[in-house]
């Protein structure tokens, strides 16, 4: 059973659009959820994290938008590059019960056409 | 920025031999994670480290896994002896502070057991 759950394998978009990437979690007690972008052959880099006593976090290009109601939350990213082309994964983590671990998504594969 | 380095990153070794993994985390790093990532599925927390002792493992992290790190080198992660279903990529990540700040990781360690 899968507690991140992103529901995109892939997601392809044109240059310039919006790309929308979705998770979902079933925990209650996850408080804490970061997004990591992975390139081929690099290791998962953070790129933009959210509280759950938040519901946006925006840096530059990349929001979260977070519903702790739905359990759900979502990484849009603005003007879409094809530089963005990366897997990008969802994780949480039940900071507050002192717990360590990130409980990762099994990522979606963005490509962003020229 | 700063830099999680994993060595070697790809190692083949036969089953019941015993691997080490060498990972350098960042400099001024306090805490070490290792987690184990099968292909084309997500990645899965192995273990925290902190002032030389484990803080949290999963259930992935079987009795013959173990981590050390001796006189603040390399941490390492040695399976003895190994089984065919260790063959993953393993990602050494380091982090400043808990969880919910940020976890920086290594380009990962393709470990085949053959």
């Known amino acids: 059973q899968q507690q991140v759950r992103q529901s995109s394998q892939s997601l392809t978009v044109w240059e310039g659009e919006t790309a929308i990437l979705n998770c979902s979690y079933e925990?209650?007690?996850?408080?804490?959820f970061p997004w990591y972008q992975q390139f081929p052959g690099e290791g998962p880099a953070l790129l933009i994290a959210i509280r759950s006593v938040s519901d946006k976090k925006e840096d530059g290009r990349f929001t979260i938008f977070f519903n702790k109601r739905e359990k759900n939350l979502s990484l849009h990213i603005k003007d879409s590059q094809p530089g963005d082309s990366a897997t990008y994964f969802c994780?949480?983590?039940?900071?507050?019960?002192?717990?360590?671990?990130?409980?990762f998504g099994s990522g979606t594969q963005l490509t962003v056409m020229p | 920025g700063p830099k999680v380095l994993q060595i070697p990153s790809h190692q083949i070794i036969d089953m019941g031999q015993m691997v080490t993994l060498n990972c350098d985390p960042v400099s001024n790093h306090l805490y070490f994670y290792w987690y184990k990532q099968i292909l084309g599925q997500q990645m899965e927390f192995l273990v925290n480290?902190?002032?030389?002792?484990?803080?949290?493992k999963s259930k992935l992290f079987k009795d013959q896994f173990s981590v050390e790190r001796p006189d603040g080198s390399y941490f390492t992660l040695k399976i003895q002896p190994t089984a065919l279903e260790d063959s993953a990529v393993y990602f050494c990540?380091?982090?400043?502070?808990?969880?919910?700040?940020?976890?920086?990781f290594g380009k990962g360690t393709r470990l085949t057991v053959v």
């Open positions: 480290f902190y002032n030389g002792k484990v803080m949290e």
């Open positions: 990540a380091s982090s400043l502070g808990s969880a919910n700040t940020e976890v920086f």
């Open positions: 925990n209650s007690a996850f408080d804490y």
């Open positions: 994780a949480a983590n039940p900071a507050s019960s002192g717990s360590w671990q990130l409980i």
